[in-house]
């Protein structure tokens, strides 16, 4: 075997990174600056007033104050952030979720600056941050997209005939809104003038550009997106599917990779759409590609985010990938170090969001100290936080506390890993969605597959977690009286233990 001796393309390579700054806070900044330590990359935090004593400062190398507790006035001011680059010394930025990082004015601002942004173009992020301008890419593709207007409504009568072409009941979506904001729902014709005037102004008003579109309604459909990654080299893969439709009004609660509903043959022709997609913006960095899917396995492209994804977790346990590694690795100009070919889904992961909120009070952020904070631990569970026992949860921002992760040999083996760590996450002084979690994982439409984005709206009630409060209450009752029975019982540490926990997981939920 004679081997070839390559010469390396050095026509795009950048300088490598040496010094990386996280704008953004919580669990993903120490999330990414993990990857980063493993690297050999120094990292630099901000954080606001608020955040002086979180985790992500004290993990980091050094770290810049940028402002006051307002997200208005630390994370999303883009020159704080350069300022802190040029501080710093540091090359390059990773936006994280959230905060700027699909904002494409920053995206340019940082490029003008000589720095580098872990992340797409400006013109990708542009092109993907508008619903009509992306559709618009990805035609060129041979996409499927659900039937609709291909360009922003300028006559509602004309609109209307439309509607009627494509059939009740349909949707109207605002050109620049997202994760469902600015949507009308339209079931007759009748509606359609008034709600298209509501949409219009609603959409004004929400994101400064009236621009709406209309597109068929798919009733009941499964949310599915595909991840994918793209080199300054023209190599782009994907890496399967992630399916999230366990949400509550367009928040993600549960995500899973891969799908239970998606065959091999769909998989790869989603994957494959997903993939021109992003070549269509000529996409480098970690994207994700979104589709829904209908009764009859169809799907359709809705929207690319520009971004890493706060459940990149479960496709990183599938695959085996660093998706942030491979992000800053991208951002330095390396090639993708393998091919579609070297990649195969091994396994089963599912995420649950933990959030500060209270499910028995509709979902309302619940502030405070975290008085105990004790995470699962053991085989296949991964929890990527921020915070630690006697920390408070800010106001300020997002109230998600933490991303529990479980990985199994099959999704069986995840969804029962992932109930033994809800019940061994203790948390109180705040109230979390644990419980309700514990909730989808046990519900029989979960355990089969058989769901839909409805889910929660479909099959939650607050009764549901009285009732599981009363079962286990119920069983602690009956182990109690046993125990009482059982005079000669010594009672160890054990069994003591195993009582107090019944009691406090009884409380907690
Ligand atoms: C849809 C749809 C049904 N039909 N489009 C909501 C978020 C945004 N990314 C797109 N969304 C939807 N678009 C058509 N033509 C239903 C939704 C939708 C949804 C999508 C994904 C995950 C959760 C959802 C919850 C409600 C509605």
């Avoid at 605002?174 to 102004?201: N, P, Y």
């Avoid at 992760?405 to 644990?434: H, P």
């Avoid at 009285?466 to 029975?485: C, G, N, R, T």
């Amino acid at each position: 075997m004679i081997q070839q001796t390559k010469m390396p393309d050095n026509s795009k390579l950048q300088t490598p990174i040496s010094k990386l700054l996280i704008a953004n806070r919580g669990e993903i900044a120490l999330r990414i600056m993990r990857s980063a330590k493993e690297m050999g990359i120094k990292t630099v935090a901000v954080f606001s007033e608020a955040d002086r004593n979180a985790l992500h400062v004290r993990y980091a190398d050094e770290a810049v104050c940028i402002g006051p507790a307002p997200s208005n006035q630390s994370y999303l001011v883009g020159e704080k952030i350069i300022d802190a680059c040029k501080l710093t010394g540091a090359e390059a930025i990773h936006p994280g979720y959230g905060f700027l990082s699909e904002n494409a004015g920053f995206a340019q601002m940082v490029a003008n600056a000589g720095l580098i942004l872990v992340g797409p173009s400006p013109q990708a992020m542009e092109t993907m941050g508008n619903k009509l301008s992306a559709k618009a890419a990805a035609l060129r593709y041979n996409i499927p997209m659900v039937p609709g207007t291909e360009e922003a409504i300028q006559d509602v009568d004309e609109a209307k005939q439309r509607a009627i072409d494509v059939g009740f009941p349909i949707l109207i979506k605002a050109a620049a809104g997202g994760g469902g904001k600015g949507m009308r729902i339209v079931e007759r014709a009748e509606d359609f003038e008034e709600q298209m005037q509501l949409a219009v102004s609603e959409a004004t008003s929400a994101f400064g550009d009236g621009a709406v579109f209309i597109e068929r309604y798919v009733t009941s459909p499964r949310h599915i997106e595909i991840q994918v990654l793209g080199d300054s080299h023209g190599n782009i893969i994907h890496l399967f599917e992630r399916e999230c439709s366990v949400q509550r009004r367009h928040q993600k609660v549960v995500e899973e990779a891969p799908s239970s509903v998606l065959t091999e043959e769909i998989r790869q022709k989603m994957g494959k759409c997903a993939v021109d997609v992003a070549r269509s913006v000529n996409y480098t960095g970690a994207g994700t590609v979104e589709f829904i899917l209908d009764e009859n396995l169809d799907f359709f492209f809705l929207e690319m985010n520009t971004r890493l994804q706060v459940e990149h977790p479960v496709t990183e346990l599938i695959t085996g990938v660093d998706l942030v590694k491979e992000q800053i690795k991208i951002a330095s100009g390396e090639k993708l170090s393998f091919s579609q070919d070297d990649l195969k889904i091994s396994g089963h992961a599912i995420e649950l969001r933990v959030y500060a909120e209270d499910p028995a009070n509709n979902f309302l952020p619940d502030i405070g100290i975290l008085q105990t904070y004790h995470t699962p631990k053991g085989n296949g569970v991964r929890v990527d936080d921020g915070f630690e026992q006697g920390m408070e949860i800010p106001i300020y921002y997002d109230p998600m506390i933490a991303k529990l992760i479980t990985y199994g040999k099959d999704r069986g083996e995840a969804i029962a890993r992932m109930i033994r760590a809800i019940e061994e996450y203790d948390i109180t002084g705040i109230e979390t969605t644990l419980g309700f979690g514990k909730f989808v994982m046990q519900h029989e439409a979960f355990k089969t597959g058989n769901f839909d984005t409805h889910f929660v709206a479909k099959y939650f009630k607050i009764e549901n977690l009285k009732k599981q409060d009363e079962s286990e209450a119920l069983i602690a009752a009956i182990i109690a009286a046993k125990l009482f029975d059982e005079k000669e019982l010594v009672l160890n540490n054990e069994t003591l233990k195993n009582a107090s926990g019944w009691r406090k997981n009884r409380l907690r939920y």
